[in-house]
């Protein structure tokens, strides 16, 4: 008879736990309100109006407008701009992130490996992190000028008769920028990795050095690279993430061109929604972003996580 | 002792050139960015490799951009914006993240899985949709627009949410015991045992939106509400065109401020970004 | 000599003295544990004979070879570290490996894709697998060898550091407080086990501990730290029975040694808070050590006020306080005894033979002829 039984259990018992639960409940609700409120109006509503934008033929002050269910994305497969945007933009993912991951590792494991001039060297390769992009971006520009610029002069001194417009050339323009996004990733991508040096117990140095490894090499190849496994999984996808939102210095130096040869997908985005005002198309160039970089962390979770952790 | 530094010294040295090298490399925009903005235009034009000027002339330089646009203003514009935006990020993170670490309550795993889902989507993805928004609110060119969509930081609910849950139980019943209530356990309980974490969070919100130039390019036209990255914009746009001198001093007077604060308190910027690290 | 001989090493931390001097022999096929409170400078002095550490001034050999300038890789030593220190990303088996493939493969050879080309390889191969399998069957590993260390519990990752470590018949075995780890069950039951693999390996061993009992249990010889020095270095008999430095009397033994201060006259006799003991000493300050099963309850004595009693079922603790000298006592006695009640006056006594005398710097005094072998003490 369980319904009897719990008919007869004392009031006492179940009422205090029970209004507790309630008030904690109550309590937990109004905390997460505030945060809820915001999210719903600042992410979740725009993001999902995006989703409906791009499905539309839009245009900021148009007074009319429609469904036009996939035509959006069929223009972008016949839309030479946005098939180069694309490609620049994997070109740049493409060096960057190799780029200024061994360079980040590289400068993570000469910092480590001493004691002399650690938080010196470490200030230095982090300062274009926590520096005003536009502004460097402008002393890039100056750096790269083809007559003026500093890179020119010395490579004229070298007996290069005429170096590169570095960033007026369509065949230079890309590889600047990359240098440039590499320069700004490297600080970003040493912090990360000599956390990860941090994290490795010194015994299994001392073990791998008992165990009879006498070079860095095999230490490095039988402690180190192994357990920087995660750490260098993560960094690759957030070098990837960070890089395929290249915005700032296209922006600055020289909004995509010469003939769209420096054009990458946020630009792109900005310019048709923000300057052309086509709001249904730039969403729809928006949400191939959001898909690309959904592909990137799905990429991390499932394809590659299995192998760099250790139970 | 002495013996054993002396060696190492030496072995040492390979190691101290290679980074010696590659920081210099590293230090080239800064290092080319300083010299040209006390240099006078004409030496420029002549692409001299000297660091050192001729004339010395930065006084004129940094006079005529101080003189030319409004630096206090676009600095005070950045200043207000990141404050801003840190302080609701801060007013409506921190009770959530506590109630998602603590409480129990109906819907919570649902919250705890938006938060996720909004980790995954860049801040570009609602950026359409809210500028169509603030203009037919008659929001563009004010602080609210550069404020409010970053308001909400799903990034600081889960990084503080993942801070409270190592954070004891007992503190919170301790707390309870001792009559404090629920809203005050926040603020006089949770949030002075997360300054660790709200200071990583605070570093890399305000290194982030000092130096966002996305969104004010969108929302802001004009000097008024300008912030630093716009200011810099503006300024190679309108005013200096080809005066590399006055840019590059342009340049330092607004890469400064958030420079000096890192090199003040390097130590809390670095942990600051490592322990943030997982956002991009 | 063979196994492992340390000579006048020091190792200096800024100012602070890590290791004073220190000399210690280690014969081959010995037990020696090296026992101390934390920080006294026994895990350096392990790692500096590993060769992860180096020493100030010194010298070492290791299996008849002066090792003081070689590296960890060419000592021949094996190490067992207190968190096992396996390789995460590595299975059991190619754990094992680890010391066999670097010492017998060259680096060449143990590359991904060239070394397969190298000729000779797959039976050098073959040879560290059946070296390895060995090693795991002796430990009872073999089901577990295609495991990662991560899906181990922690007396299985211990045997698999101690597979390691024997694998390739070291000329000396250290092990850095490998029982710390492990709950205290299986460290009972772990402790037969790895004087069992040294009884097998045979191997010089140095084992680093801060657990007297594992010392006393385990090893040949005991050797005592404190403070960067060796204190004495005797058969784990001789350091509880017949310490020579009041620091080893207090630090061996649980409970507690007591001590009672007390004073030599000039003709030798030694007196307790003013009485005459009947023991026998130089004159001048003194200080008697007697271990709490060596002290009895008898009708006359020192007086002291029982203070309270623990059970611990195969015995009983008395805590009493000197009447006079206010220093504190505890008592062993057998749980059948009568218990005192607290604050009842009793009289304690012990035999000559059980009571060891220390000289004002600690240094224990040569038994004295005046004292009769087996002479009840009481006071007069």
Redesign the interface.
């Known amino acids: 008879m369980p319904e009897a039984m719990s008919a007869a259990a004392p009031a006492s018992f179940e009422a205090r736990p029970l209004r507790l ?1 309630r ?10 309100l ?3 409120v ?2 719903f109006l ?6 999902l ?2 989703i409906l ?1 791009a499905f539309t033929d839009y245009e ?1 002050g148009a007074l009319e407008w429609g469904w036009i269910g996939a035509a959006n994305f069929e223009e972008m497969l016949e839309d030479r701009g946005f098939a180069v945007a694309l490609r620049n933009t994997v070109i740049y993912v493409g060096f960057v992130t190799p780029l200024s991951i061994l ?1 980040g590792l ?2 993570a494991l ?2 480590e ?2 004691i ?2 650690r ?1 010196l ?16 971006a ?3 520009q ?2 790269l ?1 083809p ?4 890179l ?3 490579l004229r ?1 070298l007996g290069v008769a005429s170096p590169p417009f570095w960033l007026s050339s369509s065949d230079w323009v890309l590889l600047s920028l990359g240098a440039i996004g590499t ?1 700004e990733n ?3 991508n040493m ?2 990795f ?2 990860g040096l941090s994290a490795i ?1 010194r ?2 140095y ?10 860095w ?2 230490r490095f190849r ?2 180190t690279w ?2 920087l ?1 995660p750490t260098t999984l ?1 960094v690759l996808t ?1 070098t990837m ?2 890089s395929i ?1 290249v ?2 210095t296209v ?2 130096l020289t909004q995509g061109g010469p003939n769209k040869a420096s054009e990458v997908l ?1 630009h792109t ?2 310019k048709e ?2 300057t052309f005002l086509r ?1 249904g198309y ?2 729809a160039i ?1 949400l191939v ?2 898909m690309m ?2 592909g990137l ?1 799905w990429l991390q979770t499932k394809a590659l996580d299995k192998r760099v952790h ?2 | 002792m002495a013996k054993r530094d002396l060696r190492s010294l030496w072995a040492d040295t390979p190691r101290l050139l290679v980074l010696g090298f590659l920081a210099l490399l590293l230090l080239m925009p800064y290092i080319w960015m300083i010299s040209a903005s006390v240099k006078p235009l004409d030496e420029l034009f002549r692409a001299s490799l000297n660091l050192w000027p001729e004339r010395f002339y930065g006084v004129e330089n940094y006079r005529q951009v101080f003189s030319q646009i409004p630096v206090f203003g676009y600095l005070w514009n950045g200043v207000v914006v990141c404050a801003g935006i840190l302080f609701f990020q801060l007013l409506f993170a921190v009770p959530a993240a506590y109630a998602l670490a603590k409480l129990n309550f109906p819907g919570r795993d649902l919250v705890l899985g938006l938060v996720m889902l909004g980790l995954l989507v860049p801040p570009h993805v609602p950026a359409l949709p809210l500028y169509v928004a603030f203009s037919k609110m008659g929001l563009l060119n004010t602080y609210a627009a550069l404020i409010l969509p970053f308001t909400i930081s799903v990034f600081a609910i889960f990084l503080f949410r993942q801070f409270f849950k190592a954070l004891p139980d007992e503190l919170v019943h301790a707390a309870r015991l001792d009559g404090i209530g629920e809203f005050e356990i926040v603020w006089r309980v949770i949030l002075p045992n997360a300054w660790p974490a709200a200071t990583a969070f605070a570093i890399f919100s305000v290194v982030a939106h000092w130096n966002d130039l996305f969104w004010p390019l969108i929302v802001i036209e004009g000097q008024a509400r300008a912030t630093p990255a716009l200011g810099v914009l503006y300024f190679r746009s309108d005013e200096a065109g080809d005066d590399f001198a006055a840019l590059m001093a342009a340049a330092v007077i607004m890469t400064l401020p958030l420079v000096l604060a890192f090199l003040l308190a390097q130590r809390r910027f670095v942990e600051g970004i490592a322990t943030t690290g997982l956002k991009g | 000599m063979q196994g492992i001989s340390i000579r006048s090493v020091s190792r200096h931390f800024g100012s602070v003295k890590a290791l004073d001097n220190v000399s210690l022999d280690v014969a081959a096929g010995e037990f020696v544990a090296l026992v101390g409170p934390s920080g006294c400078g026994k895990s350096t002095l392990m790692r500096i004979v590993a060769g992860i550490e180096s020493a100030d001034a010194g010298s070492l050999s290791i299996g008849s070879r002066d090792v003081s300038a070689l590296r960890a890789a060419e000592r021949n030593v094996a190490m067992v570290f207190q968190n096992y220190a396996l390789y995460p990303h590595l299975t059991v088996s190619e754990n094992i490996a680890v010391p066999l493939a670097m010492r017998r493969l060259s680096a060449l050879e143990r590359l991904p894709l060239i070394g397969h080309m190298m000729p000779g390889l797959s039976q050098k191969r073959a040879a560290i697998a059946t070296d390895v399998l060995q090693a795991a069957q002796s430990l009872g590993l073999d089901a577990l060898l295609d495991r990662k260390p991560g899906q181990l519990s922690g007396g299985q990752r211990q045997r698999v550091a101690l597979a390691r470590a024997i694998v390739r018949h070291p000329d000396a075995f250290l092990m850095d407080e490998p029982l710390s780890n492990l709950d205290a069950a299986l460290r009972v039951q772990t402790r037969r086990e790895i004087v069992e693999i040294h009884r097998r390996v045979g191997a010089a061993t140095l084992y680093v501990t801060h657990d007297q009992s594992e010392a006393l249990t385990m090893a040949d010889r005991v050797a005592v730290m404190q403070a960067g020095q060796i204190l004495q270095v005797s058969s784990p008999e001789a350091i509880y029975h017949d310490p020579q430095d009041i620091r080893v009397a207090t630090f061996i033994g649980s409970p507690r040694i007591n001590l009672i201060s007390a004073a030599a006259d000039a003709a030798g006799h030694v007196h307790i808070a003013g009485k005459l003991s009947g023991l026998h000493a130089t004159p001048g300050p003194v200080t008697i050590a007697i271990r709490p099963e060596n002290l009895r309850i008898e009708s006359n004595g020192i007086p002291c006020v029982a203070e309270g009693i623990e059970f611990l079922g195969e015995s009983l603790l008395l805590h009493a306080r000197h009447s006079a000298g206010n220093e504190a006592f505890i008592i062993r006695l057998p749980p059948e005894m009568p218990r005192p009640h607290d604050g009842e006056v009793i009289h304690l006594a012990f035999e000559a033979k059980h009571a060891l005398l220390f000289d004002q710097n600690g240094k224990r005094l040569a038994p004295s002829k005046h004292s009769a072998q087996n002479q009840e003490l009481t006071l007069a």
Not at chain 1, 23 to 32: H, K, P
Not at chain 1, 147 to 150: E, K, M, N, V, Y
Not at chain 1, 206 to 215: L, P
């Open positions: 639960a008030g904690e409940a109550l309590v937990g609700l109004l905390l997460s505030p945060a809820g915001a999210y600042m992410l979740l509503l725009p993001s109006a995006t934008l900021l360079l590289g400068a000469l910092i490996a001493g002399r001039g938080a060297f470490r200030a230095v390769f982090f300062l274009p992190v926590v520096s005003l992009t536009v502004a460097m402008a002393a890039w100056y750096l000028h007559t003026i610029g500093p020119n002069a010395f001194l320069w490297i600080g970003y912090v990360l000599l956390a117990p015994e299994l001392h073990a791998a050095e008992v165990d009879g490894t006498k070079t090499l095999d039988l402690v192994p357990m496994g993560f957030i993430i960070r939102r915005f700032d922006a600055v946020l985005m900005y929604g923000f709001l730039s969403a928006t972003f959001l970089v959904l962390v250790y139970g």
